[in-house]
């Protein structure tokens, strides 16, 4: 084999070695969940989760590009391969472990009912007859699916992000809506047409979602307690919240592997 043969093949060994190396981290993101991933004035990518995915991308050495799916359709695109890592306040249920991994969790959170400052519904016992609007394929949603001969809806309105229910919450079109608190609450702390009636304690833990046993599973997970070591989740977590996270929170302190 020729000197400039061999130099050749160098070059492209080594330009795939790169190539490989600063393959893009693709991390899917339903992009209208305030303040977790959305969309910011400036037309730029903003939010707790969105933050966390830049930090963990960067300290794995690869650039962040941020998939727009709808939340249900997250799971699918872990599983086939077409993101990386998926995040959108995605609780850990083992439901979810049969066929998903997830890192540990850095967000401790519960379920809402939200409703019109002015209509009427006070809490959980009087949706009876009601219109209950969830995120499709949420925990809001199971909860209530689960529960439905128990509290007696007359319907469950799906909706593919909170802004399109909070819409139709404010125009009528159904009377309560079950969500994740902290996203409910941040939207609607300068909108005083809307009223968290009830909190529903769920114990729920959001992490980052990975395809199953994924060896990226190990590597993020490790990034994470680096994170939370030197303070960086916290800090994110009052940035977005504007208060401290609890110090004995998943936000704060170190948790095991789920399913591990």
């Known amino acids: ?90 609780t850990i249920t083992a439901k979810r472990l049969e066929s998903v991994s997830f890192a540990q969790p850095y967000y401790d959170s519960d379920q809402s009912l939200t409703t019109r400052s002015s209509n009427g519904v006070a809490n959980l016992g009087e949706v009876k007859g009601k219109i209950v609007g969830v995120d499709t394929g949420s925990t809001g949603d199971m909860w209530i699916s689960e529960r439905k001969d128990e509290y007696k809806p007359k319907s469950i309105s799906r909706y593919e992000g909170l802004a399109p229910a909070m819409l139709d919450l404010a125009a009528g079109r159904i009377d309560a809506y079950i969500s994740d608190i902290p996203a409910v609450q941040y939207y609607i702390q300068d909108k005083p047409q809307y009223a968290v009636a009830e909190r529903i304690p769920t114990g729920e833990q959001y992490s980052m979602m990975l395809a199953k046993d994924a060896p990226l599973v190990a590597e993020v997970d490790s990034i994470l307690t680096e994170l939370k070591n030197e303070g960086f989740i916290a800090k994110t977590h009052e940035k977005w919240f504007g208060f401290p996270a609890p110090v004995t929170s998943s936000t704060v302190e170190l948790r095991p592997l789920p399913g591990k």
């Not at 330009?15 to 303040?35: E, F, H, S």
């Not at 730029?44 to 794995?60: C, H, S, T, W």
């Not at 939340?71 to 077409?82: D, H, K, Y």
């Open 1 to 90: 084999m020729k000197l400039g043969s061999i130099l050749l093949g160098s070059i492209l060994v080594a330009t795939m070695a790169q190539t490989a190396v600063a393959k893009d981290l693709v991390v899917g993101a339903n992009l209208g969940n305030v303040p977790w991933e959305f969309v910011n004035k400036d037309n730029q990518n903003a939010g707790f989760e969105i933050d966390l995915a830049e930090e963990v991308g960067k300290r794995l050495g690869r650039d962040v590009v941020v998939e727009n799916i709808p939340f249900n359709g997250l799971f699918s695109a872990v599983q086939s391969g077409r993101i990386d890592i998926a995040v959108s306040s995605i």
